[in-house]
């Protein structure tokens, strides 16, 4: 799973080389450089890819700021799907 949040950083990113500096504890934003529509745009991205739904009026980005908590999110989004 953590491999595929990555890749879809990497596409919104658009920058190939960006995956060298990806770490568990990245920051979205502060690290890799996501700006606000690139981050709406990796929400989207991980929607499709996990099949899941998020609910933006409830989406506190600042508990998946880094790759680690957002990973952590994903998988409790589809636990919870199940």
């Known amino acids: 799973m ?17 995956v ?3 770490k ?3 920051d979205l934003i502060h690290d890799i450089g996501l700006d606000s529509l690139q981050l709406i745009n990796l ?8 099949n899941i ?12 700021s880094t790759v680690k908590n957002l990973l952590a999110y994903v998988e409790a989004k589809v636990y919870e799907k199940k």
Request: charged share 45%.
């Open 2 to 18: 953590l491999e595929k949040i990555i890749r879809n950083i990497v596409e919104v990113i658009e920058d190939p080389e960006v």
């Open 43 to 50: 929400i989207v991205a991980i929607e499709e890819e996990f």
């Open 53 to 64: 739904e998020i609910e933006f009026d409830e989406f506190d980005f600042e508990e998946v």
């Open 20 to 22: 060298n500096n990806i």
């Open 24 to 26: 568990e504890d990245s």
